[in-house]
Protein backbone atom coordinates (compact mmCIF):
# COMPACT_ATOMS: atom_id res chain seq x y z
CA UNK A 1 0.00 0.00 0.00
CA UNK A 2 0.79 4.00 -0.52
CA UNK A 3 0.71 5.38 3.17
CA UNK A 4 0.94 9.02 4.18
CA UNK A 5 0.40 9.78 7.77
CA UNK A 6 -0.08 13.38 8.94
CA UNK A 7 1.26 14.27 12.37
CA UNK A 8 0.66 17.42 13.66
CA UNK A 9 4.22 17.83 15.37
CA UNK A 10 7.15 15.16 16.14
CA UNK A 11 7.24 16.44 19.69
CA UNK A 12 8.44 13.92 22.23
CA UNK A 13 4.92 12.51 23.21
CA UNK A 14 3.57 9.31 23.64
CA UNK A 15 1.50 8.91 20.70
CA UNK A 16 3.92 10.54 18.49
CA UNK A 17 6.19 8.04 18.76
CA UNK A 18 3.96 4.99 18.23
CA UNK A 19 2.93 6.70 14.92
CA UNK A 20 6.60 7.27 13.82
CA UNK A 21 7.41 3.20 14.94
CA UNK A 22 4.17 2.34 13.11
CA UNK A 23 5.19 4.25 9.99
CA UNK A 24 8.64 2.90 9.98
CA UNK A 25 7.27 -0.70 10.98
CA UNK A 26 4.29 -0.62 7.84
CA UNK A 27 7.94 0.42 5.63
CA UNK A 28 9.11 -2.22 6.97
CA UNK A 29 6.65 -4.46 5.92
CA UNK A 30 7.19 -3.33 2.45
CA UNK A 31 5.07 -0.86 2.27
CA UNK A 32 5.47 2.81 0.46
CA UNK A 33 5.29 5.43 3.63
CA UNK A 34 5.29 8.66 4.14
CA UNK A 35 5.11 11.10 7.19
CA UNK A 36 4.30 14.53 6.67
CA UNK A 37 4.69 16.84 10.06
CA UNK A 38 4.49 20.42 10.63
CA UNK A 39 7.93 20.57 12.42
CA UNK A 40 10.94 19.02 11.64
CA UNK A 41 11.97 15.37 11.88
CA UNK A 42 12.77 14.36 16.01
CA UNK A 43 15.62 14.61 17.61
CA UNK A 44 14.80 11.58 19.81
CA UNK A 45 14.42 8.78 17.86
CA UNK A 46 15.02 7.66 13.85
CA UNK A 47 12.52 7.91 11.79
CA UNK A 48 12.67 4.58 9.67
CA UNK A 49 10.81 6.05 6.69
CA UNK A 50 10.40 9.16 4.19
CA UNK A 51 9.91 11.87 6.40
CA UNK A 52 9.16 15.14 5.29
CA UNK A 53 8.11 18.97 7.09
CA UNK A 54 5.83 20.77 5.62
CA UNK A 55 3.76 24.41 6.57
CA UNK A 56 0.41 22.93 6.38
CA UNK A 57 -1.56 20.08 4.91
CA UNK A 58 -2.94 21.84 1.68
CA UNK A 59 -3.95 19.21 -0.58
CA UNK A 60 -1.12 19.73 -3.23
CA UNK A 61 1.81 18.65 -0.36
CA UNK A 62 -0.35 15.19 -0.31
CA UNK A 63 0.53 12.72 -2.98
CA UNK A 64 -1.39 10.43 -3.65
CA UNK A 65 -1.92 7.44 -1.94
CA UNK A 66 -4.04 4.17 -1.04
CA UNK A 67 -4.59 5.82 2.52
CA UNK A 68 -3.97 9.31 3.81
CA UNK A 69 -4.14 8.56 7.88
CA UNK A 70 -5.08 11.48 10.58
CA UNK A 71 -3.37 10.91 13.51
CA UNK A 72 -4.70 13.79 15.69
CA UNK A 73 -8.19 15.69 15.59
CA UNK A 74 -6.46 18.74 13.83
CA UNK A 75 -5.02 16.10 10.78
CA UNK A 76 -8.01 13.80 10.38
CA UNK A 77 -10.11 16.95 8.25
CA UNK A 78 -7.49 18.06 5.71
CA UNK A 79 -7.23 13.78 5.64
CA UNK A 80 -10.74 13.67 4.38
CA UNK A 81 -10.26 16.49 2.26
CA UNK A 82 -7.16 15.90 0.74
CA UNK A 83 -8.99 13.48 -2.36
CA UNK A 84 -5.25 11.94 -2.52
CA UNK A 85 -6.36 8.74 -0.77
CA UNK A 86 -9.25 6.66 1.33
CA UNK A 87 -9.20 8.69 4.60
CA UNK A 88 -8.68 7.07 7.88
CA UNK A 89 -9.03 8.49 11.52
CA UNK A 90 -5.99 6.81 13.56
CA UNK A 91 -7.55 7.95 17.35
CA UNK A 92 -5.08 7.30 20.26
CA UNK A 93 -7.46 9.09 22.72
CA UNK A 94 -10.20 10.95 22.20
CA UNK A 95 -9.13 14.54 22.87
CA UNK A 96 -13.10 15.65 23.34
CA UNK A 97 -12.81 13.99 27.22
CA UNK A 98 -9.31 16.29 27.90
CA UNK A 99 -10.47 19.68 30.08
CA UNK A 100 -7.56 21.68 28.12
CA UNK A 101 -9.18 20.95 24.85
CA UNK A 102 -12.92 21.97 26.41
CA UNK A 103 -12.59 25.32 23.94
CA UNK A 104 -12.27 23.09 20.68
CA UNK A 105 -15.12 20.64 22.01
CA UNK A 106 -17.60 21.30 19.09
CA UNK A 107 -14.66 21.24 16.32
CA UNK A 108 -13.74 18.33 17.87
CA UNK A 109 -16.99 16.48 17.80
CA UNK A 110 -17.32 17.54 13.99
CA UNK A 111 -14.21 15.61 13.27
CA UNK A 112 -14.90 12.46 14.88
CA UNK A 113 -18.75 12.83 12.69
CA UNK A 114 -16.87 12.86 9.64
CA UNK A 115 -17.55 9.71 7.27
CA UNK A 116 -14.03 8.37 8.15
CA UNK A 117 -12.78 5.06 9.13
CA UNK A 118 -11.51 5.29 12.41
CA UNK A 119 -8.63 2.83 14.58
CA UNK A 120 -8.33 2.91 17.32
CA UNK A 121 -6.82 1.01 20.25
CA UNK A 122 -8.18 0.36 23.72
CA UNK A 123 -11.52 -0.91 24.62
CA UNK A 124 -12.75 1.77 26.52
CA UNK A 125 -12.59 4.18 23.50
CA UNK A 126 -13.97 1.73 20.69
CA UNK A 127 -17.39 1.54 22.56
CA UNK A 128 -17.04 5.44 23.04
CA UNK A 129 -16.60 5.89 19.40
CA UNK A 130 -19.27 3.47 18.14
CA UNK A 131 -21.71 4.75 20.26
CA UNK A 132 -21.02 8.49 20.26
CA UNK A 133 -20.39 8.87 16.59
CA UNK A 134 -21.04 5.05 14.75
CA UNK A 135 -19.44 4.35 11.20
CA UNK A 136 -16.16 1.85 11.40
CA UNK A 137 -14.25 1.44 14.02
CA UNK A 138 -11.63 -1.20 14.23
CA UNK A 139 -9.80 -1.64 17.46
CA UNK A 140 -6.32 -2.77 17.36
CA UNK A 141 -3.49 -4.50 20.08
CA UNK A 142 -1.14 -1.37 21.10
CA UNK A 143 2.64 -2.07 20.99
CA UNK A 144 5.56 -2.18 23.23
CA UNK A 145 9.13 -2.12 21.87
CA UNK A 146 10.58 -5.20 22.71
CA UNK A 147 14.23 -4.29 21.73
CA UNK A 148 14.37 -2.00 24.65
CA UNK A 149 11.53 -3.04 27.02
CA UNK A 150 12.41 -6.51 28.54
CA UNK A 151 12.67 -7.42 32.51
CA UNK A 152 15.48 -7.14 34.28
CA UNK A 153 16.67 -9.55 37.45
CA UNK A 154 13.65 -9.28 40.28
CA UNK A 155 14.87 -6.88 42.60
CA UNK A 156 14.46 -6.43 46.25
CA UNK A 157 13.22 -3.41 47.05
CA UNK A 158 15.96 -0.73 48.11
CA UNK A 159 16.12 2.06 50.49
CA UNK A 160 14.68 4.09 49.79
CA UNK A 161 11.96 2.68 47.59
CA UNK A 162 12.54 4.02 44.06
CA UNK A 163 8.95 5.13 42.85
CA UNK A 164 8.41 5.27 39.00
CA UNK A 165 6.07 8.48 38.33
CA UNK A 166 6.33 9.11 34.79
CA UNK A 167 3.93 12.20 33.07
CA UNK A 168 3.68 15.76 32.29
CA UNK A 169 2.62 17.43 35.84
CA UNK A 170 1.16 20.44 34.40
CA UNK A 171 -1.67 17.82 32.52
CA UNK A 172 -3.73 17.66 34.92
CA UNK A 173 -5.72 14.81 33.94
CA UNK A 174 -2.20 12.69 34.47
CA UNK A 175 -2.43 13.47 37.93
CA UNK A 176 0.77 13.42 38.85
CA UNK A 177 -0.13 15.55 42.58
CA UNK A 178 -1.82 12.56 43.64
CA UNK A 179 0.98 10.76 42.59
CA UNK A 180 3.86 12.74 44.58
CA UNK A 181 1.58 13.20 47.66
CA UNK A 182 1.00 9.60 47.83
CA UNK A 183 4.56 9.33 47.92
CA UNK A 184 4.90 11.92 50.77
CA UNK A 185 2.35 9.95 52.94
CA UNK A 186 4.00 6.74 53.03
CA UNK A 187 7.34 8.48 53.25
CA UNK A 188 5.33 10.12 56.48
CA UNK A 189 4.21 6.54 57.63
CA UNK A 190 8.14 5.34 57.89
CA UNK A 191 8.72 3.79 54.34
CA UNK A 192 12.23 5.45 52.79
CA UNK A 193 10.65 6.30 49.39
CA UNK A 194 12.52 8.49 46.21
CA UNK A 195 10.12 9.17 43.77
CA UNK A 196 11.93 8.49 39.78
CA UNK A 197 10.54 11.57 37.93
CA UNK A 198 10.21 11.01 33.94
CA UNK A 199 8.76 13.73 31.79
CA UNK A 200 8.63 15.23 28.56
CA UNK A 201 8.03 18.52 29.47
CA UNK A 202 10.35 20.76 32.73
CA UNK A 203 9.85 20.18 36.38
CA UNK A 204 6.84 21.85 37.52
CA UNK A 205 7.49 24.07 40.35
CA UNK A 206 5.69 22.10 43.36
CA UNK A 207 7.96 19.46 42.26
CA UNK A 208 10.65 21.02 44.15
CA UNK A 209 9.47 20.91 47.94
CA UNK A 210 8.74 17.28 48.50
CA UNK A 211 9.60 15.85 51.85
CA UNK A 212 11.51 13.01 50.39
CA UNK A 213 14.18 12.63 46.93
CA UNK A 214 12.79 13.11 43.74
CA UNK A 215 15.75 11.69 41.16
CA UNK A 216 14.53 13.57 37.61
CA UNK A 217 14.70 12.89 33.79
CA UNK A 218 13.41 15.35 31.86
CA UNK A 219 13.04 14.08 27.61
CA UNK A 220 14.60 10.79 28.08
CA UNK A 221 14.85 9.16 24.72
CA UNK A 222 12.37 5.95 24.63
CA UNK A 223 15.64 3.62 23.69
CA UNK A 224 16.84 4.77 27.30
CA UNK A 225 13.26 4.56 29.11
CA UNK A 226 13.76 0.73 29.53
CA UNK A 227 16.71 1.06 31.74
CA UNK A 228 15.02 3.56 33.45
CA UNK A 229 11.91 1.20 34.26
CA UNK A 230 14.43 -1.54 35.59
CA UNK A 231 15.66 0.57 38.14
CA UNK A 232 12.36 0.82 39.63
CA UNK A 233 10.83 -1.10 42.73
CA UNK A 234 7.64 0.07 41.89
CA UNK A 235 5.41 1.83 38.94
CA UNK A 236 2.78 3.98 40.06
CA UNK A 237 0.28 4.94 37.29
CA UNK A 238 -1.72 7.98 38.18
CA UNK A 239 -4.02 8.97 35.73
CA UNK A 240 -7.42 9.64 36.51
CA UNK A 241 -10.07 9.07 34.20
CA UNK A 242 -11.12 8.29 30.46
CA UNK A 243 -8.81 11.43 29.15
CA UNK A 244 -6.28 8.71 29.28
CA UNK A 245 -6.37 6.80 25.99
CA UNK A 246 -3.78 3.70 26.68
CA UNK A 247 -1.20 4.97 28.83
CA UNK A 248 1.99 2.90 27.27
CA UNK A 249 4.17 3.80 30.23
CA UNK A 250 2.26 1.42 32.36
CA UNK A 251 2.86 -1.86 30.19
CA UNK A 252 6.66 -0.49 29.21
CA UNK A 253 6.88 -1.14 32.76
CA UNK A 254 5.40 -4.49 32.76
CA UNK A 255 7.65 -5.57 30.09
CA UNK A 256 10.51 -4.51 32.41
CA UNK A 257 9.52 -6.80 35.05
CA UNK A 258 8.61 -3.71 37.21
CA UNK A 259 5.31 -4.43 39.66
CA UNK A 260 2.63 -1.63 39.43
CA UNK A 261 -0.13 0.04 41.29
CA UNK A 262 -2.41 1.72 38.75
CA UNK A 263 -5.29 3.64 38.99
CA UNK A 264 -8.84 1.79 38.52
CA UNK A 265 -9.54 3.31 35.18
CA UNK A 266 -11.28 2.53 32.07
CA UNK A 267 -7.94 2.35 30.11
CA UNK A 268 -5.53 0.42 33.30
CA UNK A 269 -8.42 -2.46 33.01
CA UNK A 270 -8.15 -2.67 29.12
CA UNK A 271 -4.25 -4.38 29.18
CA UNK A 272 -5.42 -7.76 29.73
CA UNK A 273 -8.88 -9.89 30.99
CA UNK A 274 -7.31 -11.46 33.69
CA UNK A 275 -6.91 -7.95 35.79
CA UNK A 276 -4.01 -9.34 37.76
CA UNK A 277 -1.29 -7.32 36.49
CA UNK A 278 -1.49 -4.69 38.87
CA UNK A 279 -2.59 -3.45 42.04
CA UNK A 280 -5.71 -1.26 41.31
CA UNK A 281 -6.62 1.99 43.68
CA UNK A 282 -8.93 4.50 43.00
CA UNK A 283 -8.27 7.31 41.25
CA UNK A 284 -7.48 10.92 42.77
CA UNK A 285 -6.87 9.21 46.47
CA UNK A 286 -3.61 9.55 47.93
CA UNK A 287 -4.22 7.41 50.46
CA UNK A 288 -5.30 3.83 48.44
CA UNK A 289 -1.79 4.91 46.68
CA UNK A 290 0.16 5.11 49.66
CA UNK A 291 -1.00 2.09 51.51
CA UNK A 292 -0.56 0.06 47.92
CA UNK A 293 3.03 1.35 47.38
CA UNK A 294 3.90 0.25 50.98
CA UNK A 295 1.79 -3.12 50.42
CA UNK A 296 3.46 -4.15 47.58
CA UNK A 297 7.36 -2.81 48.92
CA UNK A 298 6.45 -4.68 52.31
CA UNK A 299 4.93 -8.41 50.39
CA UNK A 300 7.70 -10.04 48.11
CA UNK A 301 4.86 -13.12 47.33
CA UNK A 302 2.69 -10.20 45.80
CA UNK A 303 5.75 -8.59 44.00
CA UNK A 304 6.60 -11.48 42.42
CA UNK A 305 2.94 -12.49 41.30
CA UNK A 306 2.70 -8.68 39.85
CA UNK A 307 5.79 -9.15 37.94
CA UNK A 308 4.26 -12.56 36.23
CA UNK A 309 1.37 -11.62 35.47
CA UNK A 310 2.47 -8.16 34.56
CA UNK A 311 5.27 -9.82 32.38
CA UNK A 312 2.25 -12.05 30.49
CA UNK A 313 0.07 -8.95 29.93
CA UNK A 314 2.63 -7.53 28.30
CA UNK A 315 3.50 -9.88 26.14
CA UNK A 316 0.19 -9.33 24.54
CA UNK A 317 1.62 -5.88 23.30
CA UNK A 318 3.91 -6.77 20.96
CA UNK A 319 4.89 -5.37 17.65
CA UNK A 320 4.39 -8.15 15.20
CA UNK A 321 1.14 -7.96 16.64
CA UNK A 322 0.55 -5.12 16.43
CA UNK A 323 1.77 -3.99 12.84
CA UNK A 324 -0.04 -7.09 11.42
CA UNK A 325 -3.50 -5.76 12.92
CA UNK A 326 -2.82 -1.95 12.21
CA UNK A 327 -1.99 -3.32 8.33
CA UNK A 328 -5.60 -5.99 8.15
CA UNK A 329 -7.31 -2.85 9.78
CA UNK A 330 -5.63 -0.53 7.18
CA UNK A 331 -6.29 -2.61 3.84
CA UNK A 332 -10.15 -2.82 5.06
CA UNK A 333 -10.34 0.87 5.42
CA UNK A 334 -9.17 1.11 1.63
CA UNK A 335 -12.78 -0.49 0.70
CA UNK A 336 -11.67 -3.81 1.32
CA UNK A 337 -9.69 -4.52 -0.96
CA UNK A 338 -7.13 -6.87 -1.20
CA UNK A 339 -3.75 -6.17 -0.83
CA UNK A 340 -2.91 -7.39 -4.08
CA UNK A 341 -5.05 -5.66 -6.06
CA UNK A 342 -4.31 -2.17 -4.04
CA UNK A 343 -2.05 0.33 -6.39
CA UNK A 344 1.34 -0.50 -6.94
CA UNK A 345 3.92 1.36 -4.94
CA UNK A 346 5.96 4.11 -6.86
CA UNK A 347 9.52 4.69 -6.66
CA UNK A 348 10.30 6.24 -3.15
CA UNK A 349 11.70 9.05 -5.05
CA UNK A 350 8.19 9.94 -6.11
CA UNK A 351 6.67 9.77 -3.42
CA UNK A 352 9.02 12.40 -1.58
CA UNK A 353 9.08 14.80 -4.34
CA UNK A 354 6.23 16.65 -3.64
CA UNK A 355 6.32 16.97 -0.26
CA UNK A 356 10.22 17.91 -0.29
CA UNK A 357 9.39 20.71 -3.02
CA UNK A 358 6.90 22.25 -0.21
CA UNK A 359 9.21 21.41 2.44
CA UNK A 360 9.45 24.71 5.40
Known sequence: MRLVFLLES????????????????????????????????????????????????????????????????????????????????????????????????????????????????????????????????????????????????????????????????????????????????????????????ASNTPRHPEEHDAPFPIEWHERVPPAAMGALYRSLDVFLGTSRGEEEGFFLPSVEAMACGVPCVLTDIPCARGYDDAHDYARFVPPADPVAMARAIVEVAGDAALRRRLRAAGLRTAARHGAARHLAELEAALVEAVRGTPPGELHPAPRAEAVRAPAAAHAS
Open 10 to 197: AGLWGGVKTVLRDAGGLAARGHDVLVLCKSPPPDWMAVECPFATVPDFAPHRIPEADAVVGTYWTTVPFAAACGRGVPVHYCQGYEGDNPECAPHRAAIEATYELPVAKITIAHHLEHRLRARFGGRVRRIAYAIDERTMFPGPEREPGRPLRVGIVGPYAVAWKDIRTGLRACALAHAAGLPVQAVR
